[in-house]
């Protein structure tokens, strides 16, 4: 049996390395190929693991073989092809290869190539796009307090990112509006460092309230990355005066508290008494203003002063002193006696109206009794002295047409 000569399979060899290497620079696509390898595009941050597969329609035992960006050969069917643990196999069947990246560097983006050993060979790309995450953002500009009508700038800044990555800014929970991102590419890396500034003016609202930096990035989920530090404002003293008791009484013990509300806290009370000096026996104490002993004598508008390295601030009570509780106390013997008086007062008054009532109804009484007898003694007149009953029915008749001149009233 003969052989064929070693030059004879070295030109075979170059023959079929030549048609290999001409179809994946034609990348030539059969439409409806069963044989024709199908592929995705992959997008993984840095460290992260992508997943590449590689399937057919149909298979005719030709082996599948998956290469790197430098067209290394990765896997060709089952087999190991490069010494790269962070490479390992998924799946491997007649119609499927699929291999899986751990560990994901920058270094890994680019296009991957799946490779079917038919004849012509088909070939398909897959491109790996590594996302570089954003480094935690770091916010400098609060080192020193700000003093209340004072401006403030703040700087946020975040490295690493790719593509760069967008700041936002927060107080609380409302977002605020800074200047656009400066973004600055980092040499012999495709990273991006950027920046972000914000001013503000700060009120007094202000202090101790959370300043935040957040990351925006298709790397991250929302909120992964922000920086928080609170404003420290610097402001005069608010002051509000505090009463012991609502209602002071006369006699009795009773102070009055300064409270000054500011940044640094107060360093100084003075009191004071609108139209007067303070009542001798008042006595201030700092932040107090005590009274051994309320008198009416003591009421007055009360004035506090606090100060602090920043300014100072006042404010203002009026004490209206309420007489004594025991001065309000009625004598029980008073109050029986003057509700005694106003019974019988009230009693005698019922009695004359009643008297008066009843005296005018015995009045009414015996006129209209009288005035009805007399009406009586008017219809009979004219059948007294009759001698029969012709006689008088013709009596009354005249008597009825003589009265006719006289008028009754009845009341």
Known sequence: MAFPSAPSVLWSVSVLTALFAAEVRSNIVYDDDPYQPVTSDETVSVGGTVTLTCRVSESDNSSLQWSNTAQQTLYFGEKRALRDNRIQLHRSTSTELSITIADVQLSDEGEYTCSIFTMPVRTARATVTVLGVPGKPQISGFEKEVQEGHIVTLTCTSAGSKPPARLRWYRGDQELEGRPDVVESVPDDPTYN????????????????????????????PGDKRSEQALRVLYSPAVEILPESDLPREGEKFHLQCLGNS???????????????LPPLSKADGAFLRFEMLNKSDNGVYVCEAVNKIGMGQGEYTLLVQEDAADNVADPTAMSTSSGVDHAVIGGVVAVIVFILLCLLIVLGRYLIRHKGTYLTHEAKGSDDAPDADTAIINAEGGHSGAEDKKEYFI
């Open 194 to 221: 950027v920046s972000s500034e914000i001013t503000l003016e700060v009120s007094r609202s202000d202090h101790n309230a959370p300043i935040t930096c957040a990351v925006d990035h298709p790397s991250l989920a």
């Open 263 to 277: 940044n640094p806290e107060p360093h100084s009370y003075t009191w004071m008494k609108k139209d007067g000096e």
